[in-house]
């Protein structure tokens, strides 16, 4: 992280912004997203102003993670850090053989190996991977940095020297040339293998957007352009088609180059020809049919006399010796040269973002039938263990356990050594991640031998690549107590949860295990890398902190104390002592399920962190135990299937944030009572204060969260003159290292513009005050009209060393410690006890009322959560600052707030009692839906572990049946393509846990409904009233397709992309050979690169005070660092050009723009998914830009894209619809095709007046852009009721003297003088018939200027705000831009037509879920 940086604002003007009025304010306003925007990895998209209203400061801590003594040398050591990464580029000049030289542009940083892999990936070198580079004969060391070469400079001569084969060399150089012959072959990103996915774009935009931008500036292009949609996009209709989801490239046409390519059975070389080099056989059918056989030798490849049945190596004649295969062939083979040729063109015209490998492996739901090719190197690989790039290491298999370490152990002291830290520890997670997913599948699939074959197959373990793989099964009862097998499933994801926790604060010397959990067939494994020595050692003699059995044995080890000590204040986990067997008090910092073991590489690894947050207890009954009245009104506590249900981290943030406020509020409420009362005292505290301890004054509004009228304490609020307000500062420099980059913590608060029930439980931010600031930080000061006087100040060292100064003040800290539940009495510190209510754990009696107080502690959180968090939720979705549109944003945004998923039932009960009920609906179907498919997720799970792999098509398409068809699912069980002569035989390989395994064939669609309905009742506590698909899409209005959507993801089925017939009642719609596929659900750990998103976050603060350009590029900067982490594809890359678009936009550079924007849509495609809400707002965006740069056609094909897409995901009626329908509308108006424009303009109308209410500014703007289509077809009666309308909104919600309303009443005066023109001119038709003299009517066709100016409006950009007071008055603009931005409103509310949000004014994305 960056120690301070003059990026982060450092303080806070000294304003109070409440007073302004502002015209947002009315019913309708929107408050400028407290949500934090998430991009879908969990990192917060959004500002960095703090929560208290910008009351706390950024500190330098703040910025740190990395604990003690990583100091980077105060302010200016950034500058010189940021200075070296932009270290310039220089150009050397490369010359192949046999090819022109050419100039590379190359960065001192890169590697020599780098150059290596651009030679490899251009049209005119690739065909070449075993040659070195010289500079003046000397051969380059491939792993040197290009700065360290001695005589590299601008111009220098680099030679491309081809090299001797040896058999790696030339197996990688087969496995090239195959690599190149794919290079436009889809099938690996549909079978979901090599990290490749799926990308359309191209296919709309007719390949890059950067050249047709050129191509296309003449003119005529209004003319050419077809408007008119598919049929099945157009609003109202009813159809989904599946097949237009992946529409069929015409790049994919497969060009063949040649017929086979393979190993030759004549492998491996006999030891005499190996004495003549001669390196492996290859086997191939040119497309002449011409058989042919390749020896592969030091020199190169030539042709051999051998053929299928004779082996003759000797060369033949002409032997067309080539130093590569691409030589050789297209000498032989006239058809390959051309085709190979074609095809490199067509590779090296592709974007680079449709080619490169995405880090994690993302899975396509749908695919189209692929031919099976013949592929030698596909075969290889499926039966070695090759994974990433083992034949590129010495020793070939991979000692996972040490990599994650030792790329944990690297330097992390200044910038270079951070990213090259981060880079390495992202690789090898990426790397694990894909090995762990490929063992596990080869594990359920009965490929690898158990380490215990002799017990039950469920209780079997494995390893595979030094990966230990075992099952989620609770095997030898060991969760006995927490519920067998449903805690055994629920234990792995916890636990990776843990590992994720530890993993962010990132203490040096304790170490967690590489973890991945996979769900696979219906099995839940979960893998993970090997602590040395574990396996020959019994697990009672290694553990040596924690407890094996659950809490009955404990020990405990100083080492690993001090160790979790370093961990406890960002986590949030209590130091207590728990019994052991032999009433021994043992103490320890985590649960004791943890367990601590070093390794016999002498490191101290923690492992089983399932219980690393604390329990829930609305979902854990316990006798004698009564929840907070909140939470018994809720119907809580619920039984839940195990006793392993956790708090979420987010919610503990969230809590302790609230809990912080409360503190805050309490004593300065005490303090100003006392001030009120002691006036006359306070001359004489003065000279007591400690100098240096006064901090700059702020207004009280701003520190207590002024809305927040807490439940537990009923506080008055501040209303004391503004003279006379409470300042509180705080600043925490406490060394404890601060949770950097969890999901949670990241997630900075965004600025309030109104008041929130209880607290804004959005915020779960890390502000000090999570950090357990002691009260001497939190200096609490009083000003009268005289200097500032601070109160209790101590010297503080995150502990506290000397007594507060004045009794009273010690009293007022005490009594607001004790009311906000702190473990200390001094300062405010809130930390949990993991291990309240665990079973068989027992506390010594000296600390029962410490007990008392935590388990106290967890009842308020409980209520929290449903009194605080979850109405939270609602109201952002009320007032859409969250907007989920599928299963996937739904859940982002309630793990967001923290609440659990088990909570959904909960809070769509919630949803159904809110008076606003009808503008939740689009939140209330997708809730629905989630609920219904995560329930037949469950039954899904147990039903497939009956089904053994020859029948698991015919299984999947009958569950799937049974499902969503309204044919009452008779299984077709499958007809035995091998019919045995032997019934009898035994059956071996039996999958794991395996039971009858035709059971699956009597599931009946009524049974598997019931079981649904039933599975609601008991696991979400929610009643379903449906027996069957077409009575919940008739119900709750779903859309089986959608339906089918979420199953398929949530089940990892692929299914073949067709028209599927739901409604038929003669006929299934799936049969067996409609499932393609069954894929790994996975989960993992996902690192982050910590500086480049501090770098972001700041760029984002720069850009909401205004200055564009200074958050442009530091928001350039923060994408070199992320590409520098994560490589060129991720989605946090795609968040940072997604915002770079948009400022190159607002700056005016719409072609870069377009690049940015083109980038960002390929990049969420092929990270996210082709159809993930996100991919869907990209698409938005891009055609914006594109009709900035004068692409309609373009534009218009990237918004049906996007309009089919979000039919697909979740139907029409949703409230991002209508900006999509008003984009769509205003392009079309623009292209004058009025009727369609039309339909699509009073579409978003009638979904912007469901979901924003009637009066909202939103609406009126929707009536202004429909009368301005009715004016262009001069139907003026009509325009005028539309945009009387809109007047009449804004009369009421903004004033008459307001901007828009004057704008509106001009409009309408023009309006109606049009309407009376027209009727004289008709009269004077009807009196005088044909001589009458028409004046002649201006039909104005809308300018292009008029139509980008609207849909600038409708998608929140302005470019200089519209009054003339604030054009007039520019300087004092900026400085109450920056005022306003603390209080989170912004300037351009004053002219903003409806509830935009903040970040889009100043333009940033918030719309995006």
Request: net charge negative; aromatic share 6%; charged share 25%.
């Amino acid at each position: 992280m960056v120690s301070k940086t003059d990026d982060i604002p450092a303080s806070v003007p000294n304003c109070n912004v409440n007073t302004v009025d502002l015209v947002g304010e009315t019913p309708d306003r929107k408050e400028t997203t407290k949500a934090p925007h998430k991009d879908p990895c969990g990192h917060s998209v959004d500002t960095a102003v703090m929560n208290g209203g910008g009351a706390h400061n950024l500190s330098e801590e703040e910025s740190k993670q990395d604990g003690a003594g990583d100091t980077d040398g105060g302010e200016d050591s950034n500058e010189q850090e940021v200075i070296v990464i932009q270290d310039t580029g220089f150009t050397v000049k490369i010359q192949a053989p046999g090819t022109e030289p050419f100039d590379l542009q190359v960065s001192p940083q890169e590697m020599v190996q780098e150059i290596h892999q651009v030679l490899m990936d251009r049209e005119d070198t690739c065909h070449r991977t075993c040659f070195s580079l010289q500079l003046d004969s000397n051969v380059l060391d491939n792993f040197a940095e290009l700065k360290s070469i001695e005589g590299l400079q601008e111009g220098s001569l680099l030679k491309v020297v081809e090299e001797p084969y040896t058999v790696r060399e030339a197996r990688i150089h087969v496995r090239h040339i195959r690599d190149l012959l794919k290079g436009l072959d889809p099938s690996d990103a549909y079978n979901g293998v090599d990290c490749n996915s799926l990308s359309f774009l191209s296919v709309f935009t007719d390949g890059d957007l950067g050249d047709s931008g050129k191509r296309k500036k003449k003119g005529s292009e209004l003319e050419q352009i077809d408007c008119t949609p598919p049929e099945h996009i157009l609003p109202g209709s009813k159809e989904r088609p599946l097949l237009p989801l992946q529409p069929q490239n015409k790049d994919w046409k497969p060009m063949q180059c040649l017929k086979v390519l393979t190993m030759s059975g004549w492998n491996p070389p006999p030891g005499n020809r190996k004495m003549h080099g001669d390196l492996m056989y290859l086997y191939m059918v040119t497309v002449e049919e011409r058989h042919i056989s390749i020896t592969a030798s030091t020199r190169g490849f030539y042709l051999n006399q051998s053929t299928t049945y004779t082996f003759n190596p000797k060369p033949a004649n002409p032997s067309f010796l080539s130093h590569s295969l691409v030589e050789l062939l297209s000498q032989i083979s006239p058809a390959f040269k051309k085709n190979f040729t074609a095809l490199q063109k067509k590779r090296v015209q592709r974007h680079p973002f449709e080619r490169i490998a995405t880090p994690f492996q993302v899975y396509s739901w749908t695919a189209p039938q692929v031919d099976h090719t013949m592929d030698c190197v596909r075969a290889e690989d499926a039966y070695t263990s090759r994974l990433g790039y083992e034949e590129h290491i010495p020793g070939q298999t991979r000692d996972w356990n040490e990599e994650l370490q030792t790329t944990r152990e690297l330097a992390r002291k200044n910038l270079p050594d951070r990213l090259l830290r981060e880079r390495a520890i992202f690789k090898v997670h990426s790397d694990f991640a894909a090995a762990a997913t490929r063992g596990s599948m080869a594990v359920i699939d009965g490929n690898v031998m158990a380490i215990n074959p002799g017990e039950e197959t469920r209780m079997q373990m494995f390893i595979w690549n030094n990966i230990f793989f075992s099952l989620g099964f609770d095997v030898r009862d060991h969760y006995r107590e927490l519920g067998g097998d449903a805690a055994a499933h629920a234990a792995p994801t916890n636990d990776l949860n843990g590992v994720r926790a530890y993993g962010a604060v990132d203490v040096e010397g304790l170490y967690t295990l590489g973890t991945v959990v996979v769900d696979y067939r219906g099995y839940r494994v979960t893998a993970q890398s090997i602590i040395p020595g574990i396996l020959e050692r019994e697990q009672e003699q290694s553990v040596i902190y924690g407890s094996i059995d659950f809490g009955k044995t404990v020990v405990s080890h100083g080492k690993y104390l001090e160790l979790l000590e370093k961990t406890s204040r960002p986590l949030k986990v209590q130091r207590h002592n728990v019994l052991n067997e032999k009433d021994e008090s043992m103490e320890l910092c985590s649960s004791v399920e943890c367990k601590g073991i070093i390794g016999n590489d002498g490191r101290h690894y923690i492992l089983d962190l399932l219980r690393t947050f604390p329990p829930d207890l609305n979902f854990l009954p316990v006798e004698g135990e009564e929840l907070s009245p909140e939470s018994v009104r809720q119907g809580f506590p619920r039984q839940h299937r195990h006793r392993l249900a956790c708090l979420r981290q987010e919610l503990i943030e969230a809590f302790v944030e609230h809990r912080y406020l409360l503190f805050m509020k309490m004593a300065a409420l005490q303090l100003m009572q006392q001030k009120a009362n002691k006036e006359s005292k306070l001359a004489t505290l003065t000279e007591n204060s400690i100098p240096g301890a006064a901090v700059p004054a702020l207004p009280s509004t701003e520190t207590p969260d002024a809305s927040a009228e807490s439940s537990e304490t009923s506080t008055e609020t501040l209303t004391d003159a503004n003279s006379d307000a409470v300042q509180t500062e705080t600043t925490s420099t406490s060394d404890a290292p601060q949770p950097a980059a969890t999901e949670a913590t990241t997630t900075e608060a965004a600025p309030k513009t109104e008041p929130m029930t209880e607290t804004d439980s959005s915020a779960t931010t890390t502000t000090n005050a999570s950090q357990a600031t002691p009260i001497e930080d939190v200096v609490p000061t009083v000003t009268t009209n005289g200097p500032l006087v601070p109160f209790a100040t101590a010297i503080q060292n995150g502990e506290c060393e000397s007594p507060l100064e004045d009794p009273k003040s010690r009293e007022v800290v005490l009594n607001a410690c004790k009311a906000v539940g702190s473990i200390s009495n001094t300062s405010f510190d809130i930390r949990f006890n993991p291990d309240i209510f665990s079973p068989g754990v027992r506390f010594p009696e000296d600390s029962a009322d410490d007990i008392q107080k935590q388990k106290q502690l967890l009842k308020d959180a409980g209520a929290f959560m449903v009194s605080c968090q979850i109405p939270s939720l609602v109201k952002d979705c009320l007032d859409h600052s969250a907007l989920p549109m599928d299963g996937a944003t739904l859940t982002e945004a309630l793990h967001q707030r923290g609440i659990n998923v088990r909570y959904l039932g909960n809070v769509l009960a919630f949803v159904d009692q809110t008076p606003a009920k009808a503008q939740l609906e689009h939140f209330y179907r997708i809730g629905i839906s989630e609920l219904i498919t995560r329930c037949a997720k469950h039954i899904f799970k147990t039903y497939l572990q009956g089904v053994e792999l020859s029948a698991l098509s015919a299984a999947v398409s009958h569950f799937l049946n049974c499902f969503l068809s309204s044919f009452d699912a008779v299984a077709h069980l499958p007809a035995d393509e091998l019919v045995s002569r032997r019934k009898n035989r035994k059956r071996r390989n039996r999958v794991p846990g395996g039971g009858d395994n035709t059971a699956w064939a009597c599931l009946t669609p009524s049974e598997l409904w019931k079981n649904i309905v039933s599975e609601a009742q008991s696991y979400y506590h929610f009643t379903l009233h449906c027996e069957n698909a077409d009575q919940v899409v008739e119900k709750y209005g779903l859309q089986k397709i959608t339906l089918l959507r979420e199953i398929s993801i949530k089940a990892g089925i692929q299914i073949l992309i067709k028209e599927y017939n739901f409604d038929s009642r003669h006929k299934p719609a799936f049969t067996e050979e409609d499932i393609l596929n069954i894929f790994p659900v996975v989960k993992h750990v996902n690192p982050k690169a910590s500086d480049a998103f501090h770098f972001f976050q700041s760029g984002q603060a720069k850009v909401q005070q205004g200055y564009l350009k200074e958050g442009c590029e530091l928001i350039n900067e923060a994408l070199n660092l992320f590409n520098n982490v994560y490589g060129a594809m991720h989605v946090e890359i795609c968040a940072c050009l997604r915002l770079l678009a948009r400022l190159n936009y607002i700056m005016g550079d719409h072609h870069e723009a377009l690049s940015n924007q083109q980038k960002a849509v390929l990049m969420s495609e092929r990270v996210l998914g082709v159809e993930h809400p996100n991919t869907i707002q990209e698409y938005m965006h891009l055609a914006l830009y594109c009709f900035a740069n004068g692409q309609l056609s373009t534009a218009l094909k990237l918004l049906y894209r996007a309009r089919y897409l979000m039919l697909m995901v979740c139907g029409e009626d949703h409230p991002e619809m209508a900006l999509l329908d008003s984009n769509i509308g205003l392009v079309l108006h623009g292209v004058m095709e009025y009727d369609l424009s039309l339909r699509f303009l009073e579409n978003a109308l009638a979904i912007n007046s469901k979901y924003h209410g009637p009066r909202s500014l939103k609406v009126a703007l929707s009536h202004h852009l429909v009368a301005r289509v009715y004016e262009s077809k001069a139907e003026f009666r009509s325009a005028l009721q539309q945009e009387k309308e809109g007047y009449t909104i804004y009369k009421n919600q903004v004033g008459e003297a307001h901007e828009k309303t004057k704008e509106s009443s001009e409009y309408l005066k023009y309006l109606t003088q049009q309407a009376v023109a027209l009727q004289r001119t008709m009269n004077e038709i009807y009196k005088n018939g044909s001589n009458a003299s028409i004046m002649p009517l201006k039909f104005t066709a809308p300018s292009m200027a008029s139509v980008l100016e609207q849909l600038n409006i409708i998608n929140g950009i302005i470019f200089i705000p519209l009054s003339q007071k604030d054009l007039e008055n520019l300087k004092a603009e900026v400085q109450r831009r920056q005022q306003l931005q603390e209080s989170g409103k912004s300037v351009e509310d004053l002219t903003v037509d409806g509830p935009l949000e903040l970040e889009d004014k100043i333009p940033m994305d918030v719309n995006v879920n």
